[in-house]
């Protein structure tokens, strides 16, 4: 049986692969090529305008400078009042068009550019969806969503092996762009609680970008994305394979009530952001407000190498994070009656006692759209009550893929990557003999944008002797709409 599954997943890749002949995947590297060029042709062009029309001008103020008009209304170098309007109005209306075409530039170049690894490290590259355009100019909606899915086989020698075909996840969201400076995001997520499909909502948000702010400053409240675990999920780009470590083990919730301001470093925040969130710290599967207490996170992004053409989406994320975990003080009181059942000691329970601190590391190194290189490293502390010592645990994850499209002109394998992921999880770093290691390689396919699939194999280790090793063979897809 195994083995008739594991023939199953490895035909249904190349199946998926072979799609590579269609017109997307065939002219895929000529498409790459000639981005590149449109993109530095349209710089060249930019400066070569700018240069060109700032002599002209120059030269025009300069002629102006050394020529007084006459009595008659005419410039005595021989140019007419008309003919210096004329010209005036070239320069300006050639001013425009280069205005226009930076513009241009900045929303389309980098969606072009960006396409082999679309959604993995910026939000311009989304595809555009299905729009209702209301009677207002500014007003715009928005509906997409994803699907994940997968089938796997437990290939380890344990009596616990079994394989499944499920529906992981599916999400679908609606964006509400209200006026230039506000918009709205409803995200419903279908998953699988208590071994049954249930729709919850993920995300519930409202933004403000206030005008005379430019775009800098930017204000959210509702119920949000914590930013390091989704940031840190477009780096590794294979959410619909495996979250991250911190989202895997429950570090922080993907999700959580509050309010944050973010502040973007360069025009349109090209360099990065610092984003500040005051959140309730609970879950958006339990929503429930347990104590007084609000958590409080700070995290920052910096795109140092927005210059650099091989090495412009590299990034560094950063996160700090503190608070109280989402327990209720009034049940953990305890009541001691070890001396006699009329002398009662109240023990007392502060937030303090059960603490909730994380720092966080993570980042990418990518090269020209060939090779992207990351890692995310977690540090939490938790506290477990009065005079109790505190647990410290350690998420440390490495992760990379190598796309192959740029080596070869094979129709099959240019649409391949080798992805690899290296986990490192300590639930205690008191304890010895507890820590695991999961180890991720395969191989991931791309025949059209709104599609995407991964054939990989996954080992779990244990530290502690006594746990088998688990392996498993998974293939998971992500279709977009």
Do not use: C
Request: net charge positive; charged share 20%.
């Amino acid at each position: 049986m195994k083995s008739n599954l594991i023939l199953v997943l490895v035909t249904t890749l190349l199946v998926v692969m072979s799609l590579g002949q269609s017109a997307v995947a065939q002219d895929f590297d000529a498409l790459l090529e000639a981005v590149d060029k449109i993109e530095n042709n349209l710089k060249n062009l930019i400066k070569q305008e700018a240069t060109i029309r700032g002599r002209q001008l120059a030269e025009l103020k300069s002629a102006i400078a050394k020529n007084q008009k006459s009595a008659k209304g005419r410039v005595t170098g021989g140019v007419t009042e008309k003919q210096l309007a004329d010209v005036i109005h070239e320069l300006s209306v050639l001013h425009l068009q280069v205005v226009e075409l930076e513009k241009y530039f900045e929303k389309n170049g980098t969606q072009f550019a960006s396409l082999d690894n679309a959604g993995s490290h910026t939000a311009g590259r989304h595809k555009p969806a299905k729009t209702h355009q209301s009677n207002d100019k500014h007003s715009k909606t928005t509906i997409n969503g994803k699907l994940y899915s997968h089938v796997f086989t437990n290939i380890s020698n344990n009596e616990g092996s079994h394989s499944e075909f499920a529906l992981s996840r599916a999400y679908l969201t609606v964006r509400s762009k209200i006026s230039d400076y506000t918009s709205i995001r409803v995200t419903t997520d279908l998953k699988t609680i208590d071994e049954k499909y249930n729709i919850i909502l993920k995300y519930a948000y409202f933004d403000w970008k206030p005008a005379f702010t430019k775009g800098i400053v930017g204000l959210r409240f509702g119920l949000q994305p914590t930013e390091y675990i989704d940031y840190m999920n477009k780096l590794w780009g294979r959410r619909y394979a495996a979250p991250t470590i911190g989202d895997l083990h429950h570090f922080l919730t993907s999700s959580d009530l509050g309010i944050s301001t973010t502040v973007g470093f360069g025009p349109k925040s090209e360099f990065g952001f610092v984003k500040l969130a005051l959140l309730n710290g609970t879950s958006y599967t339990h929503v429930q407000e347990l104590n007084s207490r609000k958590d409080f996170s700070f995290v920052t992004l910096l795109t140092p190498f927005k210059a650099s053409h091989n090495f412009k989406n590299s990034s560094l994320l950063m996160q700090f994070y503190t608070g109280t975990q989402n327990e209720s003080l009034d049940d953990l009181v305890t009541t001691d009656t070890s001396v006699s059942p009329w002398d009662t000691t109240v023990t007392t329970v502060s937030g303090s006692d059960w603490k909730r601190q994380m720092i966080s590391v993570g980042g990418a190194l990518v090269w020209n759209h060939t090779l992207d290189l990351g890692f995310d490293l977690n540090f939490v502390t938790l506290g477990k009550g009065a005079s109790k010592s505190s647990v410290k645990k350690q998420g440390l994850s490495f992760f990379g893929a190598y796309y192959l499209y740029r080596l070869s002109k094979n129709v099959i394998l240019k649409n391949l990557a080798i992805i690899g992921r290296l986990d490192l999880y300590d639930p205690d770093t008191d304890k010895d003999n507890n820590s695991e290691t999961l180890t991720v390689f395969g191989i991931e396919s791309k025949p059209m944008y709104s599609f995407k699939m991964a054939l990989n194999y996954r080992i779990t280790s244990y530290q502690d002797d006594a746990k088998d090793t688990n392996s498993m063979l998974f293939l998971n897809t992500l279709f977009k709409f």
